[in-house]
């Protein structure tokens, strides 16, 4: 146990791009293009899907897999070290009004509930989409190199828990051509994949399973249902962002979504924001250190609706092991669709 708790101290900071209706087909791809494309030009000028998880690597060498909230390690060889590409920091305007946190995600909760229930037409499922990125890297002996691997994804899901989940990942970027040279030589991959996971019912891929409650503390208790309660309140934060990911929200859901995050210690007013998909929101954030690395984790709600846009998570002070410039954004997840729609064949 005393090297996995080593490797968690190491690595723990790791542990990680709405209700949106596009008009039409193409403003969605331009959506995921854009969201994609600025990322590129910036960098040349517990339970969700899936869950941390911590594998010890054989050889002493390992890479890390910052993936939807997972961490993984599995053996490689050893990298050269260089300065991994991230994403350009989003630019923070002053707080929608001087209100506390606590009390402006109150009010942004009323307003919310407030909202009409979307209109479900017959023989329609749960339909989300998301643009995702996350810093992929390979660590050994105290060298580092990294990619950058942009993800889409896309789920469909029935009301007893069936349906498709469909992950994407996109070629990785890479800071440099002796980057990528070398992330090829180590075995990493350069093309697209693409996973199709298909589930009958009660099985599908994420354990938030069944009704949404509507209440904070039902919610709070329905996250952490089977297991135990979270050690940090940062944790409840990661939560919610996974379940905006893979579940759509009515109005008195995201009302009580809203609400727990009122009740977090330490959370706080971050400003107002244009997000990755070109879209106005207000931000939120808690600082913690709770999986090792100091980290701001921050999710952009928007002010009409009360739909989570997105949920970052960045290194603000150190970055330990890994090869990134701080501040560094290390994750994102931009929500992009939630919809009802017909379950694809």
Do not use: C
Not at 27 to 32: F, W
Not at 109 to 136: C, D, I, K, M, Y
Not at 204 to 218: D, I, L, N, R
């Amino acid at each position: 146990m005393k090297a996995v708790n080593e490797v968690r101290q190491l690595l723990g900071g790791l542990d990680p791009a709405r209700d949106v209706h596009p008009a039409d087909e193409n403003r969605r791809v331009r959506d995921l293009s854009r969201i994609l494309a600025s990322d590129r030009v910036a960098i040349s000028g517990r339970r969700g899907v899936p869950r941390r998880r911590l594998v010890l690597a054989a050889a002493g060498t390992a890479v890390l897999a910052v993936a939807a909230g997972g961490v993984a390690l599995e053996t490689f060889r050893q990298p050269q070290p260089a300065f991994a590409a991230t994403p350009a920091i989003l630019s923070y305007g002053p707080p929608a009004s001087a209100e506390p946190a606590s009390a402006r995600l109150r009010r942004l909760a009323a307003s919310a509930a407030a909202q009409p229930a979307p209109q479900r037409p017959a023989g329609t499922v749960e339909h989300l989409e998301s643009a995702n990125w996350f810093l992929n890297s390979s660590i050994s002996g105290g060298r580092t190199t990294s990619a950058v691997v942009p993800q889409q994804w896309r789920s469909w899901r029935t009301d007893n828990d069936a349906g498709r989940m469909v992950k994407r990942d996109l070629p990785p970027t890479f800071r440099t051509a002796a980057d990528r040279r070398e992330w090829q030589r180590r075995g990493g991959r350069v093309d697209s994949v693409q996973e199709v996971r298909d589930s009958a019912a009660g099985d599908f891929y994420t354990p938030f399973q069944g009704p949404v409650p509507t209440e904070a503390g039902a919610l709070r208790q329905w996250l952490t249902a089977g297991a135990s309660a979270p050690e940090a309140p940062v944790q409840y934060l990661e939560d919610v962002a996974e379940l905006a990911g893979v579940r759509l929200l009515n109005p008195a859901q995201r009302a009580a979504v809203l609400m727990l995050l009122a009740d977090l210690p330490g959370i706080t007013a971050a400003g107002t924001v244009t997000d990755r998909a070109g879209r106005h929101g207000e931000a939120f954030s808690i600082v913690s250190d709770a999986h090792g690395l100091p980290a701001q984790y921050t999710v952009i709600v928007d002010p009409g609706t009360g739909a989570l846009l997105g949920y970052e998570e960045m290194l603000t002070t150190t970055a330990g092991k890994l090869n990134v410039v701080i501040p560094a954004v290390i994750s994102y997840r931009s929500y992009l669709i939630a919809e009802y729609a017909p379950m694809p064949r």
